[in-house]
Nanobody, 120 residues
Framework: QVQLVESGGGVVQPGGSLSLSCAASGSIFMINNMGWYRQAPGRQRELVATITRAGETTYADSAKGRFSISRDNVANTVYLQMNSLNPADTAVYYC??????????????WGQGTQVTVSS
């Protein structure tokens, strides 16, 4: 079994910054893509950013220029640095990992979510 544990959420004023992290542990042979999604009240979960094992990144238009995703393949950890936050960024943020528990299998895992609230 694999667990994803997120940390770093909280309350921040508009224009502020937050850094999220998500560590994967358990039965892991290798992790392919990792990423962050978010879900605001009454809305569907949406992509924020993803990163491949090689470090190639993709961002939602709303995140471009403000957010930065990175990862540590040795620590099986993905990070999200969020700058210039605004109230529209308020949501529960979920990390995601496509994990190979062995050479022969692959499965998607999700973290439990961490609340980010941007408010004055």
């Amino acid at each position: 079994q694999v667990q994803l544990v997120e940390s770093g959420g909280g309350v921040v004023q508009p224009g502020g910054s937050l850094s999220l992290s998500c560590a994967a542990s358990g039965s892991i042979f290798m992790i392919n893509n990792m990423g962050w999604y978010r879900q605001a009240p009454g809305r569907q979960r949406e992509l924020v950013a993803t990163i491949t094992r090689a470090g190639e990144t993709t961002y939602a238009d709303s995140a471009k220029g403000r957010f930065s995703i990175s990862r540590d393949n040795v620590a099986n950890t993905v990070y999200l640095q969020m700058n210039s936050l605004n109230p529209a960024d308020t949501a529960v943020y979920y990390c995601y990992a496509r994990v190979r528990p062995s050479v022969w299998s692959e499965q998607d895992y999700w973290g439990q979510g961490t609340q980010v609230t941007v408010s004055s």
